[in-house]
């Protein structure tokens, strides 16, 4: 079964970090695109990063440049982003997600395939 499971959301207080996981199972990702996303209430999902299924590209959305950083752990078959500097308008459900056929690093919803379930972060004091 493919799967996508993320991990390491929480409540951090603003300025604070966290590094969100994305473990695959049941195919490698090393061949896929791997992107998060995320959404708040009211509002749509949004891409925050993605990378490329070589690595070698990357995208960030403008809000979270210079803050967070996605990279991939190819002998854990995980994708990561380290979030740092975190604000009270980055709280979201965080979503990871899986892409075939994504050109470089779109990062768009509507190009990923398999999507794992979402972990929570809030941004508060």
């Known amino acids: 079964q493919l799967q996508l499971v993320e991990s390491g959301g929480g409540l951090v207080q603003p300025g604070g970090s966290l590094r969100l996981s994305c473990a695959a199972s049941g195919f490698t990702s090393d061949y896929y695109a791997i992107g998060w996303f995320r959404q708040a209430p009211g509002k749509e999902r949004e891409g925050v990063s993605c990378?490329?299924?070589?690595?070698?590209?990357?995208h960030y959305a403008d809000s979270v440049k210079v803050r967070f950083t996605i990279s991939r752990d190819r002998a854990k078959n995980t994708v990561y982003l380290q979030m740092n500097s975190l604000k009270p308008e980055d709280t979201a459900v965080y979503y990871c997600?899986?892409?075939?056929?994504?050109?470089?690093?779109?990062?768009?919803?509507?190009?990923?395939?398999?999507w794992g379930q979402g972990t929570q972060v809030i941004v508060s004091s």
């Open positions: 997600a899986a892409g075939a056929q994504v050109v470089q690093a779109t990062c768009v919803p509507n190009v990923y395939d398999l």
């Open positions: 990378i490329s299924s070589a690595g070698g590209i990357t």
